[in-house]
């Protein structure tokens, strides 16, 4: 996928990554090329086991390839260390999982700064006033003190949306972020990923099983045994 009018926020290049023991290791991903771009929503699909997960892991830099080349942002970080990918991720990709994964005995304003403490570079006011904003834009504006356990399965979600915004990313990578929620919440969290991708010029990716939810992304990126078929445009 090309779009020469623009640079790639996130790019890969001959990606490969086998999993498992010497003697028994699966070639997962089989030099997979990718260019994602600000401002577009991408849907990964394809059978379970294909490398789906495995690719979205590897470029939110939570696990390294075997070979190939990895850029955010312009930046190769194929060879950085754990120091350089934590600041990476930190600063750079917002993660949005199939659960919430909210620490249950904080506030909802209290899980949405925890990405902004680890960054550390704003004041404690500063931070409190963002959440409040990320959580109005969610639709939570009037829940800002309210306990993590004390929400629905689709109120958690949205929070983790809005944490996975903390930081103002050009990136955010979503692995099944609603494969645990009903058809309205998944429609609702789904909404939210997508308008807030154009509204902050992010790129967005999905992996997801769900045939109505990739058909609703800018692009439909269609997986099989480690690599890409043909991409498409969903719309």
Known sequence: MTQTDKKPVLECKGLHRY???PEQRVHVLKGVDLQLFRGNTYAIVGPSGCGKSTLLYTL???????EGTILVDGIDVSKSNEDQRTRIRNEKIGFVFQFHFLLPEFTTTENIMIPMWKRGNRK???MERRAHMLLQSVGLGDKTERLANRLSGGEQQRVAVARALAND???VLADEPTGNLDVKNSNIVFELLYQLSKRNNQA????????DI????DYILKMR???FTTPESAG
């Open 204 to 211: 967005v990716l999905i992996v997801t099983h769900n045939p």
């Open 124 to 126: 404690t006011l500063t």
């Open 225 to 227: 045994d480690g690599v």
């Open 214 to 217: 990739a058909r609703r992304c």
């Open 19 to 21: 999993l498992g023991d």
């Open 169 to 171: 990313p050009p990136i």
């Open 60 to 66: 939110g830099l939570l696990d390294r390839q075997n």
